[in-house]
């Protein structure tokens, strides 16, 4: 029977790509996304793939998301923490919402999911949850404390969590991505932008496609021996 997987911010930018790559490899998909109307409706159209509203950064609301997209589309085998936002500013700018809010989404939305789905998976001994960490939760970067807080957080979850889901079949990784071609990255100003692309070794931004093949390798059945690990895939940008 195909899997069923929840992608979080599946209806665009990266998550887009990885929605597209389930789809590939026979899954059925669930689109999760935040708000943008417009593009989840396009996106629906576009692939066929279902969108569903809530906020990760909301735990109830996780819950009856997940509980919805099981009665829809069946158990959920699998779980992409991709849903992520930007507030930046240097400590002396950052207010407390922009911090709260980054964390609240980016890590307190993988614990939201993973709770969500963790014992399901536990009583159908397997699963796969992928969190989509960051270059700047590895190496930190200047004027995103609270964003560089949250992914590096979720590496430490994603440690924390495998050996939990080991015994019952259910792995859990991260991919950290370097600087990928996304709305996210086009909101960097050119001038940072250039910079950026300077110190990547092969020279370029990052395509979704290229994270997206990363996880659908991570959510196999041919990956089970793969947990607690962390996949960079940053153009030799930070090697970790
Ligand atoms: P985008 O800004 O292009 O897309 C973000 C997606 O997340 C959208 O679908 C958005 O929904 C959704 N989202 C945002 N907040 C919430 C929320 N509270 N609840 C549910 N969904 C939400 O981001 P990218 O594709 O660039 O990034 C995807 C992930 O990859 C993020 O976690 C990001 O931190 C990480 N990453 C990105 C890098 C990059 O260079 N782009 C580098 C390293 C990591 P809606 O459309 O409704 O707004």
Not at 193 to 208: D, F
Request: overall charge neutral; hydrophobic content about 45%.
């Amino acid at each position: 029977m195909a899997r069923v997987a929840i992608v979080t911010g599946g209806t665009r930018g990266i998550g887009e790509a990885i929605s597209l790559a389930l789809k590939d490899a026979g899954m059925i998909v669930a689109a999760n996304y935040a708000g943008n109307e417009e593009k989840a409706k396009a996106f629906t159209e576009r692939t066929g793939i279902a969108s569903y509203k809530w906020d990760v950064g909301d735990y109830d609301a996780c819950h009856e998301g997940v509980a919805k997209v099981a009665a829809e589309l069946g158990p959920v085998d699998v779980v992409v923490n991709n849903a992520g936002i930007t507030r930046d500013g240097t400590i002396l700018k950052m207010s407390r919402d922009m911090w709260e809010d980054v964390i609240r989404i980016n890590l307190g939305g993988c614990f939201n999911m993973a709770h969500a789905v963790f014992p399901g998976m536990r009583d159908r001994k397997w699963g796969r949850i992928v969190n989509i960490g960051s270059i700047n939760g590895q190496a930190g970067q200047y004027g995103q404390v609270n964003y560089a807080a949250a992914k590096s957080g979720i590496h430490g979850f994603t440690k924390a969590l495998s050996q939990e889901g080991a015994r019952f079949g259910v792995t859990v990784n991260a991919i950290a991505p370097g600087y990928i071609d996304t709305d996210m990255v086009a909101a960097v100003p050119a001038e940072v932008l250039e910079k950026i692309v300077a110190k990547i070794p092969v020279g370029r931004l990052g395509q979704a496609h290229e994270i997206a093949r990363g996880v659908a390798f991570l959510c196999s059945d041919e990956a089970g021996f793969v947990t607690g690990s962390t996949l960079s895939i940053n153009g030799g940008q930070h090697m970790y």
